[in-house]
């Protein structure tokens, strides 16, 4: 098997099984959201007695029958040996049952995926929370926030009438992505700008600034634009505590009219 693409035996590979600590099993509940990254069962239920209903699973085995070493014997392995967290993950009993029983490495292969994505995001995630947003973005937030509540202001909005081009050549390959953002940009593009407008110049470079800085982080952990797309949206929720809706209507700003999905130029 393969382990950062140098050759490794199972026996180098395969240490003693060591029990998670409590820490440990905090990380892997935190990893999957709390629910079963093959079937979506929740998998703490913090309201019951039993609230444990995962186990954390090997992807390579900890202690592989015969049959399993030659089936897995060419496969990536993750992580320094068995033990270490990337090589586990936590599922639901049944799906770990099933993913133990009669091992494929198509079955292998799809659970080392999923994992890989789920450090990848992780990952992403991290480097996102260290990007401190600044009190400008937060007033921003605010007064778009405020359009819930505001009917004058919408109905004083003008959608956009010209098609928007950038958004269609910087996301030309995912259909569904980008007609949500054309969708939210036509809505709230000249809004936008003007509030834009009326911040100072510094304002809008900072937030500006800071979007570039997190979209760069993303495109470092090699996400795809939906992936980019939604981690910017989890950012600028983290950092405001702003909803959903306002969230994607102000990164779907910056898609269009900033160096989000653009070139970065030098
Ligand atoms: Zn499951």
Redesign the pocket.
């Known amino acids: 098997m393969i382990r950062n693409g140098t050759v490794v035996d199972v026996e180098t590979y395969c240490k003693d099984r060591k029990r998670p600590t409590d820490k440990e099993n905090l990380r892997y509940i935190l990893e999957v959201g709390n629910e079963?990254p093959?079937?979506g069962?929740i998998i703490t239920d913090f309201s019951a007695d039993k609230h444990k209903l995962y186990e954390v699973a090997h992807i390579y085995p900890n202690s592989p029958t015969e049959k399993e070493m030659s089936v897995l014997s060419d496969v990536e392995v993750l992580g320094e040996n068995s033990e270490s967290f990337e090589n586990k993950i936590a599922?639901?009993r049944?799906?770990h049952k099933e993913y133990d029983e009669h091992k494929t490495i198509e079955k292998y292969n799809s659970m080392l995926n999923l994992k890989k994505k789920l450090l990848q995001n992780s990952k992403a995630q991290t480097a996102l929370s260290h990007n401190v947003v600044e009190k400008e973005l937060l007033d921003v937030v605010q007064q778009i926030s405020s359009l819930s509540t505001n009917s004058d202001s919408i109905s004083e909005m003008e959608p956009l009438s010209y098609t928007v081009m950038s958004v269609k050549a910087k996301i030309p390959s995912n259909n569904l992505l980008r007609t949500d953002v054309e969708g939210l940009v036509s809505n709230y593009f000249l809004y936008l700008k003007d509030l834009f407008k009326s911040l100072d110049e510094i304002s809008f470079e900072t937030i500006a600034a800071s979007f570039k800085h997190s979209y760069c982080q993303a495109l470092k952990e090699q996400l795809n634009q939906e992936e980019i797309f939604e981690s910017l949206i989890d950012w600028v929720k983290s950092k405001t505590r702003c909803s959903r809706t306002v969230a994607r209507i102000l990164v779907s700003y910056f898609i269009q009219n900033c160096d989000v999905y653009g070139k970065i130029s030098r």
Request: charged letters at 25%.
């Open positions: 079963c093959m079937c069962k599922l639901c049944d799906c």
